[in-house]
Structure formats: C-alpha cells, structure tokens
C-alpha cells in the first residue's frame, strides 16, 4: 500500500490573512530547479517580468512578451509545490482595458494553473483590479516605482522622497486595496511613507527596498544570491554565487586545456 501525501498550495486568501501576523517571505523565482529549492522557505514566488533584465539581458522589463510570462511560470509551477506562485503581466498585455487585462490574465491561469497575477499601477488599475478579481482572478498590486513606466518616470528612482508625493502614493494603495488586491508590492518607497501606507491599508504590502516597515519582503533571487551583474544599493547579497560559478568554470577550463578531462575514464571501456 503506498500513503500519498498531499502538500497544500498556499492561496491568495492566505497572504491576505497574514496581515498583522507575521513577516511574508517571497523572492522572485523563473525556473524549475531554483523555485524547487526557494519552495520550502518562501509564502509566495514571483515570477517577475525582471526576468527580461535578469534572464534575457534586456535593459528594461518593457520588451517581455505574454508567452514569456507564461514559460517562465508552467516551469515555476512545475518546480514549487507548496508556495503561492503569482505571475507578473507584462507591459501592454492589459493597460488598455478590463477586457483585455481579463483575456490576458485568463490565458495566464489555464496555461500555468498560477494562484494570482500582479499587475503595476494603482488608481488608474483599480477598474480592471476589480474587474479580475470578481471573475475569479486574484490580483496583487504594485505601486511606488513601477518599473514597466520608467521612461515616465525618468528612470528606478526612490518615491516619496519629498512629502509632497505621500498623498497620491497613498492613494494609490489605498485605491487598490478597496478594489480587491489581495496585497499590494511597495517599491522603492521612502521608509515613513511605507510604515505609513502599511498601517493605513487592510491587505499585506509586500516591500522591495521599502523597508522593514512593510508587513513582507520580496527580493530578485538572483540578486541576494549575488548573483546579478547590477544589484540595487539596498539589497543584502546573502550568497556569492556569481563569483562561485566563475571559480568552478575557471577551475573546468583549465582542466580541459591540460587534456585533464573531468570524465571517468571507464566511461569509454570497451566491452568485448
Ligand atoms: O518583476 C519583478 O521582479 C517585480 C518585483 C521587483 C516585485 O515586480
């Protein structure tokens, strides 16, 4: 007789109900093997459209394609079994309206079976928030610096540096969190502005350089691995992989050139 156990998928509803209890932990994750690796120690993965920047080499997430999206996520959802795997909608597959936003984040569902999208923008996204979210699609927010509008905003820079800018940030979360959000990302946020917007809202937000002041954090893998060529001024590099990778290939490499070939030499035996 075989006993299978069954691991049960976090939820969108289950990081909302984290609010107030403790930290959320996600990283972003575009692969089988490292989600496999990130799944027992994480709430939810993202698979982040900075997996242009990351993986593909772009110089912002604006080239990224829907059918991008949606191969990075089935092998994120072919490597996590136990977290939350929300799938970031890239630019120009749903701005344009609900409906669009609907068809879009639909075909991201059924082609990577996902438990959530996140989209950017905050009032202006509260429509189609609501729209997704009563059919049956939850939705995770993002406002303060919104990467897919950089050549609006003039480049990644800090929001909220001058209080002037709190109220309509403010509004921004607030405006999402009323439409249907199960959580909200805060990036790059001055740090009174996120414990401020924390405190103010009733669903999770979920900080990338915004502080401890948020109710969870999210970091780019490859990132606090160290393994990206740029990394953020405020992210903590809790591994050297990067420099790892780049010794054991130097180290192959100069195996091979020495004939020393890294291969069992019974491997060619021949068998008579
Ligand atoms: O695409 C991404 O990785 C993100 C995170 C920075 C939150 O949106």
Not at 50 to 69: C, K, R, W
Not at 75 to 101: H, I, N, T, W
Not at 172 to 181: C, I, K, L, M
Not at 263 to 272: A, G, L, M, N
């Amino acid at each position: 007789m075989s006993v299978q156990t069954t691991i049960k998928r976090l939820t969108a509803p289950d990081i909302t109900a984290r609010k107030g209890i403790d930290p959320i932990v996600s990283l972003t994750a575009y692969h089988a093997h490292t989600a496999a690796i990130a799944d027992p120690h994480v709430d939810f993965l993202l698979v982040g459209d900075s997996l242009g920047m990351v993986m593909h080499g772009f110089e912002s997430t604006l080239p990224v394609p829907l059918d991008l999206m949606i191969m990075h996520g089935r092998a994120v959802m072919r490597g996590a079994k136990r977290a939350l795997v929300v799938v970031d909608m890239p630019f120009g597959s749903y701005e344009e309206s609900p409906a669009q936003a609907f068809r879009n984040a639909a075909r991201v569902v059924k082609e990577t079976e996902c438990g959530a999208i996140k989209l950017e923008g905050g009032r202006r996204m509260a429509e189609t928030i609501r729209f997704l979210s009563e059919r049956g699609i939850p939705v995770m927010a993002h406002v303060g610096l919104t990467p897919q509008s950089i050549n609006v905003l003039g480049g990644f820079k800090t929001q909220g540096r001058t209080r002037d800018q709190w109220a309509a940030i403010e509004e921004d979360a607030r405006v999402v969190a009323e439409a249907g959000a199960f959580a909200v990302v805060l990036e790059a946020l001055a740090e009174p502005l996120a414990a401020k917007i924390t405190g103010e809202i009733a669903i999770p937000t979920i900080g990338i350089g915004a502080s401890a002041a948020c109710d969870g954090q999210i970091l780019v893998m490859e990132d606090m691995l160290g393994l990206s060529p740029r990394v953020p001024k405020f992210v903590k590099e809790f591994g050297a992989v990067g420099k790892a990778i780049e010794k054991a290939i130097t180290a192959y490499a100069a195996e091979v050139k020495a004939r020393n070939f890294p291969e069992p030499r019974h491997t060619y035996d021949v068998k008579d």
